[in-house]
């Protein structure tokens, strides 16, 4: 009959005589010592070894230095193993290294039931002596290393996940933890599509999109990536760019996906501000050459047609179609205007606006017009506000475009307000309407010239706005409204106290 298999637990078998502590007695000090007397008294060998207490050492020199060992203190010492037995007769468990004795003696007198381990065999104990120390060596150094790669990792201002094949986050950095306001403990096992703070903040991975760079390494084992945009709940369009690596297991499959997450919203529109800068350039150029090409012929052709039509003897129909003239050609002069005044330098022209006086001029300007298309005019200029380093004519421009920028969002009519207030050393101005909005193409291509969307086209107006802010060191900025609309914000330097001084004296 074959014996049943021993039970198992944590991966160790179980002892025979089952669990208990063991009374030890050394007898003879040989090669070995201290070794044993580390792994009685080591508590990191209860991961291996039942507990142990020593209860004697016979052998040991009344003049060995090894008898203030910290291991010993407390432990009585005999004069051999008859006396250790007779004085301690609890002890089962014995060690003999070397003591000179034949084991058949020492078997003969040990207290009945002990087990003995004699000097050839403790060296097994001392090879297990070193597993441990390399073990707890091994595993400090992993210890440390994992802390140091946590460290790092959890200092890096992007967001990184680990997430098992199933979509479940397995581990992730201190950066998502902080964004989304819960704990570590309670974000691991949950779904991927969960480590996001709102509707607009795009999730981390989704498995079920086909295009998810997460999905993507998992089915094809490859790294992928992914630029997506999303807007922010104060309407500012923001830009993210997402990696995704597969950890394949040992058996080659994708098991884990580690999915990195960068927010370049400052590069990304860094880059498009430069791209509209080089644009806007381009487009002044080619308008200075076309307005100075065109001005001549376009003037003699007006003169000669308002001449045209003003003879008392040319006939009515004639008359109609020289008024027609006359009026397209009208409009080619406002547009040619347009592409001077868009192609002029601003750089150069100093000057200080007061923000409360031009925007009462600019709102005066467009007052007849928003009434026409029945859109109401509000205004809040904070008190106190300074002079901001811009000529007040261009900066009653500017206004005056964004005015009639936000009145053709509102075909059905609706409400345009201007605001003003500090924002640190500068003053932020905001025009805002209740249109219909603005799409993520809107906010990404407003100031660009002649740009046309799917409900909206942008001329030179928006686009003119944005050379003068720039120009004069200021900055500008289009956000969506959550319930609808649109603001476009102006932030304007303040002059300097020391630049009016020198400008008045």
Excluded: W
Excluded at 359 to 379: H, I, Y
Excluded at 469 to 480: L, S
């Amino acid at each position: 009959m074959v014996d049943a298999p021993r039970p198992h637990r944590d991966g160790y078998c179980v002892l025979d005589a089952e669990d208990r502590d063991y009374l030890v007695g050394v007898v003879g000090v040989g090669p070995g010592f201290e070794t044993i007397l580390e792994i009685v008294a080591g508590v990191e060998f209860r991961e291996f070894l039942p507990s142990m207490r020593l209860a004697g050492v016979a052998g040991l020199d009344a003049a060995d230095p090894r008898r203030a060992s910290p291991l010993l203190r407390g432990v009585p010492f005999f004069a051999d193993c008859r006396e250790l037995f007779a004085r301690c007769p609890g002890i089962n468990l014995v060690v003999e290294l070397q003591s000179g004795l034949d084991p058949r003696e020492i078997l003969r007198h040990m207290p009945p039931g002990a087990s003995l381990i004699d000097s050839t065999a403790s060296f097994f104990l001392c090879a297990l002596s070193s597993a441990v120390s390399v073990g707890a060596h091994c595993r400090r150094r992993l210890d440390h290393q994992k802390l140091l790669l946590e460290t790092i990792v959890d200092e890096v201002q992007e967001d990184i996940a680990l997430v098992a094949a199933t979509g479940r986050v397995v581990d992730l950095n201190r950066n998502i933890v902080t964004r989304l306001g819960q704990s570590k403990e309670a974000l691991l096992g949950c779904d991927c599509r969960a480590l996001r703070s709102g509707p607009d903040d795009p999730p981390l991975c989704d498995p079920d999109d086909p295009a998810c760079p997460f999905r993507i390494a998992l089915e094809t084992g490859e790294k992928a990536e992914r630029l997506h945009t999303a807007v922010s709940a104060d309407g500012r369009l923001r830009y993210y760019r997402t990696y995704t690596y597969p950890i394949r297991d040992a058996s080659g499959r994708v098991g884990h996906v580690v999915v990195f997450r960068r927010d370049i919203t400052d590069r990304t529109v860094g880059e498009l501000s430069a791209r509209q800068a080089e644009r806007i350039e381009t487009v002044g150029r080619l308008s200075s050459y076309l307005a100075h090409e065109i001005r001549n012929p376009l003037f003699a052709a007006s003169g000669f047609a308002r001449r045209l039509a003003g003879m008392a003897d040319l006939p009515e129909k004639a008359r109609e179609k020289a008024a027609i003239v006359v009026e397209e050609l009208s409009r080619m002069e406002a547009l040619l205007k347009q592409f001077l005044e868009f192609a002029r330098p601003v750089g150069a022209v100093v000057g200080e606006a007061d923000v409360a006086r031009v925007s009462r001029e600019a709102l005066a300007t467009v007052r007849l017009e928003a009434e026409n298309r029945r859109v109401g005019l509000a205004e809040d200029i904070g008190p106190g506000l300074p002079a901001v380093a811009l000529d007040p004519a261009l900066l009653k421009q500017c206004l005056v475009n964004l005015l009639r920028n936000a009145m053709e969002a509102l075909p059905h009519g609706g409400l345009v307000s201007v605001t003003a207030d500090r924002d640190g050393q500068r003053v932020r101005l905001r025009v805002a309407d209740s249109g219909r909005g603005a799409t993520r193409e809107n906010l990404e291509n407003m100031f660009s010239p002649f740009y046309k969307g799917d409900a909206c086209e942008y001329g030179l107006g928006l686009a003119m706005v944005k050379k003068v802010v720039d120009d004069f060191g200021g900055a500008v900025e289009a956000a969506g409204k959550p319930d609808g609309g649109c603001v476009l914000t102006l932030y304007l330097p303040a002059a300097l106290a020391g630049a009016r001084a020198a400008g008045a004296a």
